[in-house]
């Protein structure tokens, strides 16, 4: 049996735009920018010989049916060989699912990775996200988490498109913030990405708040116009603006996971336990969870 392990930080989204009508999926994508967190998804990949082509997806130990990411990865890289061969993938996902966390495009580049280790298809890094960054496109799951999984750190993605194809850049001292964050629920993104009326709403402002923080990307301006843009997007939900409405008034700078029932801060970390505290007032049962923000890149472990 061979196995390969794969590690992405997790990754909230301030702002973007949307850039997703070149014919060719590749140049797809968005312009945005976000923050990785050192929680984030380890995809583990175990191959052995088998009679027959085989696979099974599981995510947090559970056996998954629909896992269309993963499957739409699968479908395009176990072709790839001709031996057949049984594929067991373990998804670990320590973030929220389906919040905004980026855990589909961490779990996408990880497999992808993982895959082109352990079946020698010896596909590039670059070669290998593409894949990665093509089924998040395709599934309608994602449009830039691939690409964040390549940068790390508080990056602001200022050309649109797969690896090797979009441009960023980085904050470079990441490594002294870390990010405050208080988890309600989970948004539909593939509904977000396919409504009109949000489609438009989107791109009415992130593309101008994109081209701002690529000439000054820092913590401060982030914050501003990820708060900006979550009020144009106009998602927030009662107990977000409750949230919202409670830092403001102690003036921390809070707004919402793209796209997620979550609250969250960029904050310098000797910093982060006092916006912990303010968030903690407006929690309803739930609890506030710092993590550093996580300066590396997705990574083989």
Same mark, same amino acid.
């Given at each position: 049996?061979?196995?390969?392990?794969?590690?992405? /930080?997790? !990754?909230?989204?301030?702002?973007?735009?949307?850039?997703?009508?070149?014919?060719?999926?590749?140049?797809?994508?968005?312009?945005?920018?976000?923050?990785?967190?050192?929680?984030?998804?380890?995809?583990?990949?175990?191959?052995?010989?088998?009679?027959?082509?085989?696979?099974?997806?599981?995510?947090?130990?559970?056996?998954?049916?629909?896992?269309?990411?993963?499957?739409?990865?699968?479908?395009?890289?176990?072709?790839?060989?001709?031996?057949?061969?049984?594929?067991?993938?373990?998804?670990?996902?320590?973030?929220?699912?389906?919040?905004?966390?980026?855990?589909?495009?961490?779990?996408?580049?990880?497999?992808?990775?993982?895959?082109?280790?352990?079946?020698?298809?010896?596909?590039?890094?670059?070669?290998?996200?593409?894949?990665?960054?093509?089924?998040?496109?395709?599934?309608?799951?994602?449009?830039?988490?691939?690409?964040?999984?390549?940068?790390?750190?508080?990056?602001?993605?200022?050309?649109?498109?797969? /690896?090797?194809?979009?441009?960023?850049?980085?904050?470079?001292?990441?490594?002294?913030?870390?990010?405050?964050?208080?988890?309600?629920?989970?948004?539909?993104?593939?509904?977000?990405?396919?409504?009109?009326?949000?489609?438009?709403?989107?791109?009415?402002?992130?593309?101008?708040?994109?081209?701002?923080?690529?000439?000054?990307?820092?913590?401060?301006?982030?914050?501003?116009?990820?708060?900006?843009?979550?009020?144009?997007?106009?998602?927030?939900? /009662?107990?977000?603006?409750?949230?919202?409405?409670?830092?403001?008034?102690?003036?921390? /700078?809070?707004?919402?996971?793209?796209?997620?029932?979550?609250?969250?801060?960029?904050?310098?970390?000797?910093?982060?336990?006092?916006?912990?505290?303010?968030?903690?007032? !407006?929690?309803?049962?739930?609890?506030?969870?710092?993590?550093?923000?996580?300066?590396?890149?997705?990574?083989?472990?």
């Amino acid at each position: 049996m061979k196995t390969a392990t794969a590690y992405a /930080p997790g !990754h909230l989204t301030g702002c973007f735009e949307i850039c997703d009508t070149a014919l060719d999926p590749v140049m797809r994508g968005s312009r945005g920018a976000g923050v990785s967190i050192t929680q984030g998804v380890y995809t583990k990949v175990s191959v052995e010989p088998s009679f027959q082509m085989e696979h099974a997806v599981k995510i947090n130990r559970e056996l998954q049916r629909d896992a269309i990411v993963s499957e739409n990865i699968i479908s395009k890289m176990l072709p790839m060989t001709k031996k057949p061969l049984r594929v067991v993938v373990e998804h670990t996902v320590e973030t929220p699912l389906g919040a905004g966390f980026g855990s589909s495009g961490g779990g996408a580049i990880t497999l992808a990775l993982t895959l082109n280790e352990t079946l020698d298809l010896g596909l590039s890094f670059i070669e290998a996200a593409r894949i990665a960054h093509i089924a998040e496109i395709e599934c309608k799951t994602g449009l830039g988490t691939v690409f964040a999984a390549t940068v790390g750190g508080l990056g602001c993605l200022f050309k649109a498109g797969g /690896p090797g194809i979009g441009m960023a850049i980085k904050y470079p001292r990441s490594k002294e913030l870390s990010v405050v964050y208080l988890h309600f629920g989970p948004i539909s993104t593939s509904r977000i990405l396919t409504d009109p009326v949000m489609r438009a709403r989107i791109n009415e402002v992130g593309g101008g708040f994109v081209d701002r923080l690529s000439k000054d990307l820092n913590p401060d301006l982030f914050m501003q116009l990820a708060r900006k843009f979550t009020e144009n997007v106009g998602l927030v939900t /009662p107990r977000l603006r409750q949230v919202l409405d409670g830092a403001d008034k102690k003036g921390i /700078p809070v707004a919402m996971a793209m796209f997620g029932e979550v609250a969250f801060s960029l904050t310098p970390s000797g910093e982060a336990k006092t916006v912990a505290k303010v968030f903690s007032k !407006h929690a309803q049962g739930q609890k506030p969870v710092i993590v550093q923000v996580d300066d590396q890149a997705v990574r083989m472990i």
